[in-house]
């Protein structure tokens, strides 16, 4: 049953809209204008915090692979799965929204001085690559254990990409973001701090609901089986993990 | 209250923001089309469940 | 201990009867230089663009032996043998790892006089620049045989190798052109500054052996 609990589906659903919601209104009515950059900089609010939690998000999956490992259970499998693939949906909305603003603000769809967006477009490289290492090996199980194992590299990666693009950058170029971080005022941090919140838990809703409907997909392949119906022909989808059905829970 | 300024950089951050909207309703245009595929297949399994013989309906006993 | 000896012996020994990857890794090295030589249409290179071609080159090299590395094993059972061996499956791991360094540094031995015949006035930046290419190296063997074992076991191995490969290598890459490129400048070596892409290295370097290490016994599950 659907139990009624703190983070339940319908409750993370609920906060990030609220949050994400109060965040944009903070964003257009309350944080300041960009001493440099103007109204332009208010594309930070998004660009940013969707940044963070991609990230974050591939690095959580890195934690679930280690326990799919440690433990076998496909439950966390798919929970690693989920969380790459909705992680590299805000790495998409990433990388356009940092185009954007790079648009807008020195008149080019994409610049390489930027060292967080080259190193953000190799993650997001990297990654993308899950799928066809997935759908490249056949057997069920073998794909979910080589599977974890590339996540869990691909998590340790990103930080070290991180660190090695900041050095490249920083001697060829000065920052030019620092006035997105540092000298903030406090009334663009307090959204900032909102806009984080907010898109955080929008990754956990998106992850969750993802989580239930493989659940309930699974759920009605047993039935099927049960009843001894004959599963219809595109049921099974040849990379997606099944999800056994308490993985929509924590 | 900044005024919405419809200059140049006003589009661009309307477009980005439109951009993340868009992606959201995609999203959530997906996990519709998945809703409504698992809603059919319940109502085919549902049918089934129904219209099985007296003598088989013991096996409607499925593991929750 | 012993089993990562024998195993490491066998690969050498195999190699050095088959020469299969050294020889094709060096002639690639050589045409590839040949092929910059004229595309460039430069007599003599420095700094970065020295250090681009000569990591390009070696970065393109190393995958022809990862592709290589694990054949022998998959079309003899030598993975069958492993696991039932009372053997610590990452000796497996460190084996190839050094194999693979071994193949890299003889490919460098190769190539990087041949890379000063062709492109270099000054030859005094090339021991350096040798030495931070083994570091390079190390990197490059501990993702190497984790993507290496990931591609032999499924279809399009060929293509899943790079694929897999050149985002992982991208931060080794940026940390040995960084060291590089001063090494490689138009007025003899300039040590200032490398420290930092070397400590960059071999943070990559400790990260990916210690990850490899950990993770090699679940792909060699059956």
Known sequence: ?250 | MPALPLDEAGKYVVAAYLVFLALVLIYVAIMAARLARIDRELGELAELAEGRPPAETDREEVPA | MSAFRAILAKDLLVELRTLQSVPAMALFALTTFVLFRFGLDRESLEGSLAAGVILATVLFAAILAVNRLFVAEREEGGFDAIRLAPVDPAALFVAKAVALVTYLALLQALALPAFGFLFLDDWAGLLPLAGVLLLADAGIAAVGVLVSAIGVNSRARELIVPLLLLPLLVPVMIAAAGAAEPLLAAGGPDYDGVGRWIAMLALYDAVFGAIGYAVYDFLLED
Not at chain 1, 26 to 54: E, M, S, T, W
Not at chain 1, 85 to 113: N, P, Y
Not at chain 1, 166 to 183: D, Q, W
Not at chain 1, 220 to 247: F, H, M, N, Q, Y
């Open chain 1, 1 to 250: 049953m659907f139990r009624v609990r703190l983070l339940s589906l319908r409750n993370l659903a609920l906060a990030s809209v609220a949050l994400l919601v109060g965040a944009f209104a903070l964003v257009f009515f309350y944080a300041p204008n960009d001493a440099d950059q103007g109204f332009v900089q208010k594309i930070f609010y998004l660009h940013v915090p969707l940044a963070l939690c991609a990230l974050g998000g591939f690095i959580a999956a890195a934690v679930h692979a280690i326990r799919h490992l440690r433990s076998g259970d496909p439950v966390h499998d798919a929970r690693a799965y989920v969380s790459i693939h909705i992680s590299i949906i805000f790495g998409l909305a990433v990388l356009v929204t940092g185009s954007i603003w790079a648009r807008a603000s020195w008149g080019k769809w994409w610049v390489w001085d930027e060292p967080t967006l080259v190193s953000f477009l190799i993650v997001f490289l990297l990654y993308a690559t899950y799928y066809p290492l997935r759908f490249a090996i056949e057997d069920r199980d073998r794909q979910a254990r080589y599977a974890s194992v590339f996540a869990i590299t691909a998590g340790a990666f990103v930080p070290l990409n991180f660190i090695a693009v900041r050095m490249a950058e920083s001697l060829v170029h000065p920052r030019t973001f620092a006035t997105a971080e540092g000298g903030m005022p406090g009334e663009m941090w307090l959204t900032f701090a909102v806009a984080i919140a907010g898109m955080a838990l929008l990754w956990a809703t998106l992850v969750r609901f993802e989580l239930v409907a493989k659940s309930a997909r699974a759920r009605i392949s047993k039935v099927r089986r049960a009843l001894d119906a004959e599963a219809t022909g595109a049921s099974r989808s040849r990379i997606a993990p099944t999800v056994p059905s308490r993985a929509g829970a924590g």
